[in-house]
């Protein structure tokens, strides 16, 4: 970013700032979405801010407002999507979209069914769980702040545009019926889709990091020419923000890399206690 950041360069610069996190490959902006939440839960109105090679990503929780009345309404913060539950919503956007070719995901009971096909509770306190990440994946903003060497710039993202809810017939509850994407992120799942496993996800739905590694490994692995290795230094900027001390990091990153090949047997990387971890030419997940 040597000359002055317009209109149109920041036009041209986007795609590459969302995807370069200071990593070997990047990430497309839909799983960049997916592995960037934190995995527990963050202060209610605090943003979650992720600190990348060339440039800044923060996440900002929104704001839902109800009307309770005629004359009164309830405006309430929302907080950053968090843990498994939010990034199996997103992996769930990804397989509409790519079924349908559409923006609009159809929520209905298809999600419901979905989950019990996967062997996860869908009802009770386990739906209400996912509907609260669901709303805080519709109203949260990301923004990318980044600076050359004479001028910065700034650009915002979202995850969901819009949705349209129905109050349930069996409750006073309000559920989407249908979810509107963001062009950018209906772009990235066109362009760039994961493959990814239904049985991996029934495996890993308590494993937020597992999930994020299995994730990361199936967007490149199948796309690779020949083997890529990522320092230890790269890999606890990226995924190791929870953990402030490497030892720790690499520990906890090594035991969620075992879960997430235990899920993805074709994957084939190395991993050397000094160099990092490599990742080689495989087949995409069955």
Not at 196 to 224: G, K, M, N, Q, T
């Amino acid at each position: 970013m040597m000359e002055p950041i317009t209109k149109a360069r920041l036009t041209e610069l986007r795609p590459g700032i969302i995807a370069d996190q200071g990593m070997p490959l990047g990430l497309p902006y839909a799983t960049l979405c997916m592995t960037a939440l934190p995995y527990r839960e963050h202060p209610l109105q605090r943003p979650w801010l992720r600190q990348y090679a060339v440039s800044t990503m923060t996440i900002e929780p929104g704001y839902l407002s109800t009307l309770q009345t005629s004359h009164s309404s309830r405006h309430q913060p929302c907080g950053i999507p968090f843990g498994a539950r939010a990034r199996i919503l997103l992996l769930y956007f990804q397989r509409e979209i790519l079924r349908s070719g559409q923006r609009e995901v159809e929520r209905n009971d298809s999600f419901r069914q979905w989950l019990q096909a996967l062997g996860i509770s869908a009802g009770g306190k386990t739906y209400r769980a996912f509907r609260q990440q669901e709303i805080r994946i519709f109203t949260c903003r990301l923004s990318f702040t980044f600076q050359g060497e004479r001028s910065m710039g700034a650009f915002n993202e979202i995850i969901v545009e819009g949705g349209v809810s129905a109050l349930r017939a069996d409750s006073d509850r309000f559920d989407y019926e249908t979810i509107i994407v963001g062009q950018s992120f209906f772009d990235s799942v066109q362009n760039h889709p994961v493959p990814v496993a239904d049985e991996a996800i029934r495996s890993l739905a308590r494993e937020p990091f597992a999930l994020d590694l299995y994730c990361w490994l199936a967007a490149h692995l199948h796309r690779l020419d020949g083997p890529v290795t990522f320092a230890w230094p790269a890999l606890h900027n990226y995924f190791g923000v929870a953990y402030a001390q490497p030892r720790h990091f690499r520990m906890r990153f090594l035991a969620a890399l075992k879960s997430a090949v235990d899920n993805y047997p074709r994957a084939a990387i190395q991993v050397d206690d000094t160099a990092g971890v490599t990742l080689y030419p495989s087949p995409p997940p069955r």
